[in-house]
């Protein structure tokens, strides 16, 4: 009886569904090639289906208990936040080093991109 278990999916039950931060998508995939909108899809897909714990790493922001950075590639992350139990947003893509830090502006305030590197 000394097998691990795995998860085998996301969890069980109502899906989380993207509420806003679509603008920062829109113009962050203007400029990304398909491989990196691609791992960015998946990765979103991760998140609504709530597998994005066990299949990606993850970035606290501590000023922010319900927001978190998702390393999607080398170079690239998203920044995730709720605001209600099953709806989430996009706050940021682009490379992790010119993400915005812990107090700067986040998502339904002012939204923030950067160019791919």
């Known amino acids: 009886m000394s097998e691990r278990i795995e998860p085998t999916g996301g969890v069980v039950g109502t899906p ?3 509420g806003w ?7 962050w995939s203007a400029a990304a090639d398909q491989i990196q909108r ?7 897909f991760a998140v609504s289906d709530g597998s994005v714990f066990t299949r990606y790493e993850i970035i606290d ?6 927001s ?3 390393v999607v590639r ?16 996009i706050g940021y ?4 080093h010119e993400a915005p830090g812990p107090g700067d502006t986040f998502v339904g305030e002012v ?5 791919v590197s």
């Open 16 to 18: 989380f569904r993207l």
């Open 21 to 27: 931060g679509l603008h920062l998508l829109d113009e």
């Open 38 to 44: 691609n791992a960015l899809y998946a990765a979103l």
């Open 61 to 66: 922001d501590p000023d922010r208990p319900l």
């Open 68 to 70: 978190f950075f998702v």
């Open 74 to 89: 080398k170079h690239l992350v998203v920044r995730i936040a709720f605001r209600d139990f099953d709806v989430f947003g």
């Open 93 to 96: 893509v682009g490379p992790l």
């Open 111 to 115: 939204g923030t991109i950067r160019p």
